[in-house]
């Protein structure tokens, strides 16, 4: 509006310089003919001034946004169900969609890892597994560092001036990666891995294989902490770790047994 006026107010004083004698003084040009041309140049300097409103481009939904992130990297079989599963509610968390495709997106990696551990696993027929222990722990562990990251990242993001509405609650974010590890086939792999570790420790002798065993109850618990993640970030943390240094000791010994 301001610029409106000011274009206004320099048209008149164009027009009234017209009354001037200097103007009167031009021979070849008439009065009349200056204000035509005035005229015609002040209208189209008043329409340039009027602002021009910026047509907004509608906002892509969260679901339709990250479902064409897991076609574009190769995961199409799981767009239609992303896009069904995070649909934006009233109500809704406002980044869940985004967990939802990190967990679909790093959980498919870990399948693929959990799948090679499991099926070396079986090829295996002999009863001394140690030998596949550090791939196997390898891979939990990458899984056991998903929650973990994750966890912490919910913790900060919760913490920020938007709040818990526009960010998911870590608990829900925890609850997202299960589900979507769940749904992607990493526990059935987990479960093979479990069984047949267990079967193998069961035939041997625990009193030839002592080390063995206390690798099968390490091994064990980390598996366990990769099905169900319990316990607040920092105790989390800690239970690792303290589970990985004396699985790293009881391997060593272990392996002098086979």
Known sequence: ????????????????????????????????????????????????CVPVEK?????????????KKLEKFGLKEHAEYFINEYKSGQFSKKDKAEWGYNAIYWGSFLYSDYRTVSNNLQNDLSLNYIQHIPNISGVINSHLGEYSKNWRKAIRKTSSEY???????????????????????????IDTIKQNIKYKTSE??????????????????????????TGSLVTFNQTVNKLNNELVKALVLAELEH
């Open 55 to 67: 047509q907004s481009v509608p906002e892509i939904p969260e679901n339709i946004k990250f479902s």
């Open 1 to 48: 509006m301001f610029r409106i006026k000011y274009c206004h107010a320099r048209l008149t004083q164009a027009l009234e310089c017209i009354n001037n004698e200097r103007f009167n003084k031009v021979n070849y040009l008439n009065k009349h003919s200056i204000i035509d041309i005035i005229s015609l140049l002040s209208l189209i300097f008043i329409i340039s």
């Open 204 to 229: 041997l002798d625990k009193a030839q294989y002592p080390m063995t065993y206390e690798v099968y109850g390490l091994i064990s618990q980390l598996i366990s902490l990769a099905e169900n993640p």
């Open 163 to 189: 709040g818990e509405w526009f960010y998911c609650d870590f608990s829900t974010v925890l609850a997202i990666y299960v589900k979507e590890f769940k749904r992607l086939g990493l526990f059935e792999k």
